[in-house]
């Protein structure tokens, strides 16, 4: 577990005059420009395909930007070696919106792939693993395999996963998509925990409802371009 | 046998290498320990040769014309003449004439019953051992043998025998030039399979890279698992390879005669062949990390 806190006034990420397209087609993202301070909490809202995804894409660098300049942990994302990607990524938790589990591995070894990655000790997954995903709600399920689980289960797992190294940034993608409003709820009140720790959040939804229970400030896409709400 | 038992994120384990790629390395092992053998036995039959038979030369008496009492008489004198002016010779150490009885005994392998030919002229062989430290002029000895001893010629072994290990070396070269190209054949085998690997497994090694593992975190899954595929596929191969050599080993020595060398195996051999499914393990292990690391650093 990382220790937090000592640089809570820099910002985690800056966007300056960011643009994305893939490939030849239209420009998903135009002149995109924010800046997320160390320790906060941000709503990523906008209409389905307005873009949400593709934002959180360039921030956990699995795309790069056809314009404009990425700054993540003060590091400037198109000058970044590959050699020095991984713990860059390994200080970033992902919640993908397709959860992207491992189907061949236990709810368990999903969760612990974070930790093990990061060359943890077996003690402290078995220990910090099954607290987690009991946490969740996902006690009678640790050796399942994902195909066995249903949506919901499935995204309680992509969400353990990503936030069981205590990350210093957390991006979800419609993480609370395919839950009941209980678990919806539960889910979002541990995103507040690990906020509260230290960790920044930006929570792409499209569920206005949600997100007006919260008071956190709010990253709107509307035609390609952010405006913070 | 699995080697290295540790986890792995990847299900290399359902892949279709798993199931090819050992019998490729048994196959690959069998034959490299098939040419290794060869190369060791060649080896030392070579050196045998080399030091039985360097600084002993034969020298060659016919018979002399005349009747069969005569004949005999004469051609004894020669030898006697030809043994005296050899052991007179500087760098000779010894000189030894062998009788008829002796000689027919050592055409006997190659002539069957030799009874028949005890009527025959036969020449008379000496025997003669030089010290190998120092340089005796053949040249010269063969023109003083013929100009003192009628009918007495010499024969330097070393004159055929540097052919015979020239052969000999050739296809000891041509099999280890085989080793090495079953190596070059299983090292591509192992990228192949590796390639395919990663093609299959791309979307969990997506995953694995966002989650932030390094290319070394992956290349050392598909390591472990090259080396331990590798490594059942070279003691398959190896325990193939064992009862054929005996046999071939077994076959050789039941040859009478004399008409081969001796074919034993020095005990490096043994050692090397033992080596050999380790070997195959090993190169898979470092071909399959150096596949992954390579393709993976081309990736964006």
Redesign the interface.
Known sequence: MRQKGSNQAESVVTFEEVGLRYGRGPEILQDVNFALPAGSFHFLTGMSGAGKSSLLRLI?L?A?PSSGRIRLFGQDISRLP??E???L??RVG?VFQDF?L?D??SAL?NVA??L???GARESEVQKHVPELLSWVGLSEYLHAKPPTLSGGQQQRVAIA?AVIARPDLLLADEPTGNVDDHIAMRLLYLFEELNRLGTTIVIATHNEALVSRFNHPRLHIERGRVERV | MLFFRRRSDLPLKDDATSRFLPWLVALMTFLSAVSLAGVFVLGGVIERWDRDVSGTLTVQVAPAPGNAVDSEVRTRERVEAAVRLLRSTPGVLSAHSIDKTRTLQLLEPWLGDTALLQDLPLPLLIDVTVDPSKRVDLDALSETLKASVPGATLDDHRVWLSRLVNLSRTVEMLALSVVLMIGGVTSATVIYATRTGLAVHQEVINVLHMIGAQDSYIARQFAERAFNLGLAGGLLGLALAAPALGMVGWAARRLEGGLLPDLSMPWTGWVMLLVLPWIAALLAMVTARFTVLRSLARMP
């Open positions: 956990y699995a790069r590959r050699a990607m991984p713990a990524r390994r992902v992207r491992l061949h591995l070894d792939l974070p093990r990655v990061a996963r």
